[in-house]
């Protein structure tokens, strides 16, 4: 039996050529149609790759050019690689929208650099504001440490912003650098069109900070105004009665004020709600001061007066005039003995000094580093028909309420805190409260002033937005007297044992989602999983997988190699007698 060949040798180069001019044109095609109609397409399961519309927005909007100089380069351990190549897929999807206006550079600070060279860039950057990280890295016989970082410098037009791509923690995922690294990637798209926000922003919301009721003093609210300053315009405003006192503000902050209202102040400040404003309450219900405390080793707490206590009622919470005390608490120095004429300080955790570490998915205080809060009080959510109420922050498991009066004494650092009496947890400390608001003064103002046309008195509130925190401390920054002037800390740092709290990330949060409309906060919900490699099972299935990535698909290969051979012979050949 014999075969034959049936077809000729120039139809099938004829055919070949024929079918790589019809691909070439299809390819061609495509890539014309897709200069008309731009799309990306991500594949990945949390949607890693895919900006926010938000984004997106603020993007194709530049009128000039972004320029990043990103320090995270050079030889860098493998966890610090992995936030580079996703910062660097992050900025190139950042191009994909904004074309020329987003320009960027890796930098490595070593790279043909003396020791002294680079230490100078360093302290440069640390004058910015990028923190340098010192890793660690060996074996038990040696040891090495590297310099790393982990910030850019971002510059538009005349004006420029750092950018701290780590995000740290004080919590439980401190010590796990995996952790860190996969946090420090989720928050990457907002920090970066955080960055552009900054040195975008035009015309910037005005935010008023009421005083005239004892609220905290310029020297303690500095750093909070010189951060609120970069987003929006900050006055200090005295309402002393007057109904167009708010006006031109889209949002007021009541901090730490410790005497009451009048009745004139809280109508104009309810109908400034009842028109679309919204509200950061920070309130101290109970009178407990540390410096008072410092100078007499004990004080007696007890509860204020403000004449706020129906308002917040009649919006949905109640701060109680108790004391939360908290076994995951800061620390304070203490005195405890003298060398010469030079004290020696010791850190003592402070129960009344509670640290909130946020285990809540809200974008306000999702990966949040812990707050810092002194002498708080709990919050219940009470009536508020028709307000949504969600709990921001929370205490720990370990908790304890004192109901005012309460004696504080300095002695009680000494003794270790029993377990049993801390038996309260996850307490209210911050709620955000969302809806239609009802007038404090419903039904109770004269019909004189209610048909006024010039009071525009309005009985229920368009749709806003309040949070409420039940301490003001939260907005107070450290400061000291020296050579006849005043030297503020950042908001949230403790000079005592140099730590940085959450606390300005908080307010800053807190007052975007208040005040901001194209909000920013929502890319803080995303999650991306850490997928790591379980180092157990490798090491007691080494073979197998070893098998499978190896030997299996070169086999397989094979397989598909001899069927097309086989398939190919079928279709070329016919059997003849």
Known sequence: MKTKNILNPKNIKRQNIFQFVILLVIVLMINVIGNFFFTRFDLTTEKRYSLSENTKELIKNLDDIVYFRVYLEGDLPAQYKKLRNETRIMLNEFRSYGKNNIQFEFVDITSGKDKNATYNIVEELQHKGIQPIIDYEGSETEMSQKIIIPGAVVSYREKEVPIQLLVTSLGPESANKEAIINNSIQALEFKLADAIRKLTIIHKP????????????????????????????????????????????????????DSAFSDKDKFVIDQFIMKGGSALWLIDAVYAEMDSLRNANRLVSFSKRLNLEDMLFKWGVRINTDLLMDINSAPIPVVTSMIGDQPQYEYFSWVYFPLILSNQVHPIVKNLNAVKLEFTSSIDTVGGKGIKKTVLLTTSRYTRKNNTP?????????????????????????????GEFESVFFNRIPPEIEEDPEINYQSRSVPTKMIVVSDGDIFKNQYTFKDGRYMTYPLGYDRYTQTTYGNSDFILNAMSYLVDKNNLLEIRSRELKIRLLDKTRIKEEKLKWQFINLILPIFFVGIIGLMLTFIRKKIFTVKIK
Do not use: C, F, W
Not at 207 to 220: K, N, R, S, T
Not at 406 to 434: F, G, M, R
């Open 206 to 257: 005005r935010v008023a900070l009421l005083d005239g009721h004892g609220e905290l003093m310029p020297v303690q609210t500095a750093e909070a105004e010189r951060l609120l300053s970069e987003y929006y315009v900050v006055d200090r405003v005295q309402i002393n009665g007057q109904l167009n006192a708010l006006e031109r503000y889209k949002a007021i902050i009541v901090a730490k004020p």
């Open 406 to 434: 309460v004696t504080i004494d300095l002695s009680e650092l000494y003794n270790l805190p029993e377990k049993k009496l801390y038996n309260k947890q996850n307490i209210p400390v911050a709620v955000l409260l969302e």
